[in-house]
Nanobody, 116 residues
Framework: QVQLVESGGGLVQPGGSLRLSCAAS????????MSWYRQAPGKERELVAR????????KYGDSMKGRFTISRDNAKNTVYLQMNSLKPEDTAVYYC?????????WGQGTQVTVSS
């Protein structure tokens, strides 16, 4: 049974930081590219960051570059998202995604709220 379990969301003030984690199980984690997406109320889901299966290649959404860092630990089957200099417009539900070929798995999401 495939599971992606996100954690680390919460309420943070503008300029603050959060670290999201996504623990994976039920598939060969090291063979999958991992991504973080987010969806704000009334908006489409958008790519936040993606990391290749071996962790050598990363890609970020334009508004996240320089503020967010994606990383993975294949020994722990976990992918992380370090978010710094958070802005109110970063408020959204953040989803973990695993993709390989036709396989595409999603977590349940974790809420991030940036507000003073």
């Amino acid at each position: 049974q495939v599971q992606l379990v996100e954690s680390g969301g919460g309420l943070v003030q503008p300029g603050g930081s959060l670290r999201l984690s996504c623990a994976a199980s039920g598939f060969t984690f090291s063979s999958y590219a991992m991504s973080w997406y987010r969806q704000a109320p009334g908006k489409e889901r958008e790519l936040v960051a993606r990391i290749s299966s071996a962790g050598l290649i990363t890609k970020y959404g334009d508004s996240m570059k320089g503020r967010f860092t994606i990383s993975r630990d294949n020994a722990k089957n976990t992918v992380y998202l370090q978010m710094n200099s958070l802005k109110p417009e970063d408020t959204a539900v953040y989803y973990c995604n695993a993709a390989s070929g036709w396989d595409n798995y999603w977590g349940q999401g974790t809420q991030v709220t940036v507000s003073s």
